[in-house]
Each structure stands twice: as C-alpha cells, then as structure tokens.
C-alpha cells in the first residue's frame, strides 16, 4: 500500500510517484532514494536544500519499502518500512506494510503488533483487521504443530 502524494505536483517526490504507478520501479526508486538523501543532507546542514515535510519523506520511504517488497527484498523494505514510522509515527499505512513483510518471515508476534498499531491510529483500516485475525490464526497454528 503506497503513502500519500507529496503537496508539490511537479518536484521530484511527485516525479518519483507518477513512475511508482506506470511500474517503473527502478527510476522510481531511484529518484525516491535521491530525495531520502537530499533530506538526510538538509536535516544535516550540509545542504542548501529545505529540509522534506515528514508527511512527504514518510511516503518516499514506504513507496520505496514497496518498490523493494515487490523485489522480494524483503530486510531492505523492513528498513523503509521503520524509517517511514519514524519520519512520521502517526502514518498506519507502513506499520501495515511491514506487518505483511514479518507476516510473509513468520515473525507472528511483530506482525501482530503493527496490525494493532494500525487499527489503534485508523480503527476503520479493514485490510488491517483481516490480516490481524489472520496472522492470529497462524500464529494458534504454528503453536499448535509446536514449530
């Protein structure tokens, strides 16, 4: 699940969106990561450049954590995933996707806790809900067969 668009439509966040959704992962990719460094920089003082909304640097970080997951990379869209919750820790949509991620690994007790961070900041996220109940049932299953 992709982040929110950035509010300047045509700067190089709204650049990366837009080849995110014709499936050019690659430039997408790299022009998120081009924008992770130049707020790295601007946050750093090394750069002349504004520092990025948080609202905007979370979504590059999970719009890049996807591009990664549909690579099946998945340590490295673990990564995005967290630096996207603490670019901005109230935004549910990379706490559900790093849940799919530990889900995906087996990692039942991590997974269980981004889904219930999910629905504690959006109660109404139904694909949060499902897969809750789901990584439960697992989870009992796993225990069940005692591996």
Do not use: W
């Not at 954590?65 to 340590?75: K, N």
């Not at 981004?114 to 990584?135: G, R």
Request: glycine fraction near 6%; include cysteine; aromatic fraction near 10%.
């Amino acid at each position: 699940m992709e982040g929110p668009r950035p509010r300047d439509g045509d700067g190089p966040l709204a650049e990366a969106h837009a080849r995110f959704h014709r499936g050019e992962h690659a430039e997408a990719e790299a022009l998120y990561s081009a924008y992770i460094r130049q707020c790295a920089c601007a946050d750093g003082g090394a750069s002349a450049a504004p520092p990025g909304r948080p609202e905007d640097l979370a979504a590059a970080y999970n719009n890049r954590g996807q591009i990664r997951y549909l690579r099946v990379d998945f340590p490295e869209a673990v990564a995005d995933y967290t630096a996207a919750i603490r670019a901005l820790p109230r935004f549910e949509v990379p706490y559900y996707n790093r849940g799919l991620v530990l889900y995906r690994l087996g990692q039942f007790d991590e997974a269980l806790e981004d889904f219930q961070k999910v629905l504690n900041l959006n109660p109404a996220f139904q694909d949060a809900m499902l897969s809750l109940k789901q990584t439960i049932l697992d989870k009992e299953e796993k225990q069940r067969r005692n591996y």
